[in-house]
């Protein structure tokens, strides 16, 4: 809210104008073109002349992205252009109000790579003042303008007076409180302290929902809830690299086993009993429901069968689960409870488990070491594209994000094939493909396409959910 890009999503992540009015994408798909507003300002702030917001340029904007691949900047975004930009000049201001970006190669989500916080543009001579303290001295040209950042306690911002989108914000100000406690952040929502609350905790969940996933209805007079599909997805993943010294006798390198795992248990009571019924059982593909390349048709995954099980055990040879290892399944203590009912399923099947209960910075150093055999995972989309998911299984990447290690040589070359392929039809088709070869080699287990639940006081309007779970409040209201 401090900051804007030069595009942006709207509420159903469709791409549209924001610093810049416009762009056009050359044939061969290597450079892209911004035409910039011409009334926009940064904040104003005392290292601008007469201390006034300062207009921002196109070299503005080159700067801003230079700054990502400098690496003396050390950006944890430095990873949405490198190997994809023009080594030697990337980041071109024509003039004042037109800006270019070349490729390597083309890469048809860049449109939505730009639409990152990473990419917000930010002036030099105030980044360069402050240095790494920056980070508490934020000037951009977004809706709102910093005003007091008391870290663990509360962030307030103020209405922007000059910003460039008419109208906006409607609100004067945005208080953000930081609270550990879920149960004290629920009570004082329940007081009306807050007006917002996004997702739900096991400690309240039942006294908010039904079983079903409704509000109950001693809050519907007070609460507003609302729920849509979250580019997430829940999943359990095998390590599967075959040339791995600290897993000679893995059973899961089998992959009647790995698909005996995925037709083990019960998904859909996952989801009704677990979680009061929030997302959709995952039998797709590991691609989640809510992106515009999802086909339940096209991509069969996994249902619960545990016939089917057994006799994938019995072709394995563990008939009945004979002679088979106890598996450890890495996970932390969040996800225990379902860690837990995955157990009790494959047991019953022939498919001994062991839940290893860690932390998560923990887990992720044993994922990226190659030493978790089996382990839970969550994947959030960066973008609202399916290659954000499907890079994750590109054998050319290593950990993260590809923490199983799998390598096919059809799915890399229809991987690549994507990336080079400008018509959304046919770039679905091949998405769908990729997703299908995963779910055949059964790489992951999928468990559930997540959804974004926020709760809102009566009165607050303008803060209904997108599938990227991104909050934005410049059109939000209050009414008294």
């Known amino acids: 809210m401090l900051y804007s890009g030069l595009i942006q999503f709207d509420e159903n992540l469709n791409i549209e104008p924001c610093l810049a009015k416009k762009w056009s994408i050359s044939d061969d798909g290597l450079t892209y073109t911004f035409h910039l507003r011409s009334d926009v300002y940064f904040h104003a702030h005392e290292l601008f002349p007469d201390g006034k917001g300062r207009k921002v340029t196109a070299t503005d904007v080159a700067y801003s992205l230079q700054r990502i691949v400098d690496p003396a900047t050390a950006s944890p975004g430095l990873w949405i252009f490198n190997g994809r930009v023009d080594a030697a000049q990337p980041f071109t201001a024509k003039d004042d109000t037109t800006f270019q970006i070349k490729l390597l190669k083309p890469f048809r989500p860049m449109l939505s790579i730009l639409t990152m916080q990473y990419t917000y543009i930010v002036p030099k001579e105030v980044a360069e003042h402050y240095g790494k303290d920056f980070r508490v001295h934020p000037v951009g040209t977004g809706p709102f303008k910093f005003k007091v950042w008391q870290e663990s306690d509360v962030l307030i911002l103020t209405k922007n007076e000059n910003y460039f989108e008419q109208g906006l914000p409607c609100l004067d100000g945005v208080k953000v409180s930081f609270i550990q406690s879920k149960q004290t952040e629920y009570l004082n929502f329940l007081k009306g302290d807050l007006d917002f609350l996004s997702g739900v ?14 509000l109950k209805e001693e809050h519907s007079t007070t609460i507003s809830m609302y729920k ?16 791995n010294a600290n897993l000679p006798n893995n059973p899961l390198k089998i992959k009647e086993v790995r698909q005996a795992i995925n037709y083990g248990f019960d998904r859909e009571a996952v989801i009704r009993y677990l979680r009061n019924s929030i997302g959709k059982p995952a039998n797709s593909g590991f691609v989640p429901f809510g992106l515009p390349s999802f086909n339940a048709e096209k991509v069969k995954g996994y249902s619960h069968n545990p016939e089917k099980a057994k006799q994938l055990l019995v072709q394995a040879g563990f008939s009945g689960g004979k002679g088979l290892p106890e598996i450890p399944l890495y996970t932390s203590k969040t996800y225990e409870d379902i860690a837990t009912y995955l157990q009790s399923q494959l047991r019953d099947i022939g498919i001994p488990v062991r839940l290893e209960i860690v932390l998560p910075a923990f887990q992720r150093e044993l994922m990226s070491k190659s030493q978790a055999p089996f382990f839970r995972g969550s994947w959030i989309a960066d973008y609202p594209d399916a290659e954000s998911y499907l890079a994750m299984f590109y054998s050319k ?3 993260p994000p590809n923490y199983t290690r799998f390598s096919d040589a059809q799915f890399d070359n229809l991987y690549e094939q994507a990336l080079n392929e400008n018509d959304d039809t046919l770039r679905y088709s091949l998405y769908q493909k990729m997703d299908s070869i995963l779910m055949e080699n059964a790489v992951v287990v999928p468990l559930f396409y997540d959804e974004v639940i926020r709760f809102v006081r009566k009165g607050v309007d303008g803060l209904e959910p997108n599938a990227m779970n991104l909050l934005n409040v410049k059109r939000v209201k209050i009414s008294e």
């Open 228 to 243: 849509t599909p979250y580019l997430n997805s829940e999943y359990l993943g095998f390590l599967m690299d075959d040339r």
């Open 397 to 399: 990447h290593g950990a």
């Open 201 to 214: 905790d096991a400690s309240y969940i039942n006294d908010l929902l039904t079983q079903e996933g409704e």
